[in-house]
């Protein structure tokens, strides 16, 4: 069982009776690679890249811990995984193993609780105010589902408790891999003024660096400035800064999330130049973003072209429709005229992709409780 902190709360304390929100924030283990390596015993314990390729093209999806320990990362280049660990292990990634899996993993939160938001094939928002089994303690329910995650699919969960998602999300980073950690009401202002500004869920390396050169190094920091100056310091995410910092957090879990965006992209096995071969490749990519608006019944009125360039640097471009679009002549169409509008220089291009946003009018407004469309984000 993995490593969890004190619980606080019991049933019986007057916070539960008076039906406090109970939140489990579920994030599998590294898993794509750990999926990998559970169905394939050659990878366990080596280190497994999924993503990307060992020439040194393309983005890590995510590493095994034992590629981690060499300081792999998500969304690192394979080149610079490649300098990290020489003898890293390239994986194409089988997304439809993944859903299947995900799909399996979901079948196991919906014996506890209906109300689930996924974040994505991998992770999970839990609404356990009142569970379906009766069991009350949201702490007691995380372990269950981590047992079972662990006996039936021989995979490993790590979870965080607490009242409302914020504090749960970071909770379930607290001790991975295999972590079990709550905090309660009482300990939540305490752990927010302790926690380093690089830790808040949502607060980027940039963002981070930004605090520390104003003297912001911790929640207690932020805590000592009102509402306003965050909002002057850091625009209307300001006020989120000064609620969280306080621990509230009054977002519902969504059963249903609004799908915002749609994107294919793929990075070439070879650099490319000629407008004919980049046209070649929009075709290919227009047919999929088609099918997948297709698939979940959207249609955007924004179309964005990404171009990456061989030495990683990128451009969008974007166009608006007066309605909603989903067939493939009109993306291809528009995706083109984008393409041909951009000044590349004769330029090496390593990817192409095409992202559909702005689903206003669209079939059907952007639901989903298919794993299926979690690869979309």
Do not use: W
């Amino acid at each position: 069982m993995g490593r969890f902190t004190e619980p606080e709360l019991t049933m019986s304390d007057p916070v539960e009776k008076t039906l406090q929100r109970k939140i489990i924030h579920i994030d599998m283990d590294a898993f794509y690679a750990t999926v990998e390596q559970r169905d394939f015993p050659e990878y366990r314990g080596k280190p497994i890249v999924v993503g990307g390729s060992p020439d040194g093209r393309g983005v890590v999806a995510t590493a095994s811990y034992e590629a981690r320990e060499f300081g792999i990362h998500s969304a690192m280049s394979s080149r610079k995984a490649i300098q990290l660990c020489p003898h890293a292990i390239f994986v194409y990634p089988r997304f439809d193993a993944y859903k299947s899996v995900s799909v399996r993993i979901r079948e196991i939160f919906r014996r506890y609780t209906d109300l689930i938001e996924p974040l994505s094939l991998d992770e999970a928002f839990l609404d356990v105010t009142t569970d379906k089994l009766n069991i009350g303690s949201a702490l007691e329910i995380a372990k269950q589902i981590k047992d079972a995650i662990k006996n039936e699919l021989n995979l490993s969960a790590s979870a965080g408790v607490s009242s409302n998602k914020f504090i749960a999300k970071i909770a379930s980073d607290m001790n991975k891999p295999d972590g079990l950690t709550f905090i309660g009401p009482s300990k939540i202002n305490t752990f927010m003024e302790k926690l380093p500004v690089e830790k808040f869920f949502g607060v980027g390396k940039v963002t981070a660096d930004k605090m520390k050169k104003m003297g912001l190094y911790t929640g207690a920091d932020l805590k000592k400035l009102s509402e306003q100056e965050l909002i002057r310091k850091f625009g209307k995410t300001g006020k989120f800064y000064y609620k969280i910092v306080r621990g509230i957090d009054d977002r519902p879990v969504q059963p249903h999330r609004l799908t915002k965006s749609l994107s294919v992209e793929d990075t070439f096995g070879k650099d490319l130049i000629s407008t004919e071969e980049l046209v070649a490749e929009l075709e290919l990519i227009a047919e999929k973003v088609a099918e997948r608006l297709e698939k979940n019944r959207l249609k955007g009125k924004t179309l964005t072209l990404k171009i990456k360039f061989d030495d990683f640097k990128q451009l969008t471009r974007n166009t608006s429709f007066s309605a909603g679009v989903a067939d493939y002549a009109t993306i291809l169409t528009a995706a083109k005229e984008l393409l041909l509008k951009v000044e590349t220089d004769d330029r090496k291009i390593r990817l192409l992709g095409i992202t559909l946003s702005n689903f206003g009018t669209s079939i059907n407004p952007g639901k989903f409780t298919d794993p299926d469309q979690l690869e979309l984000f």
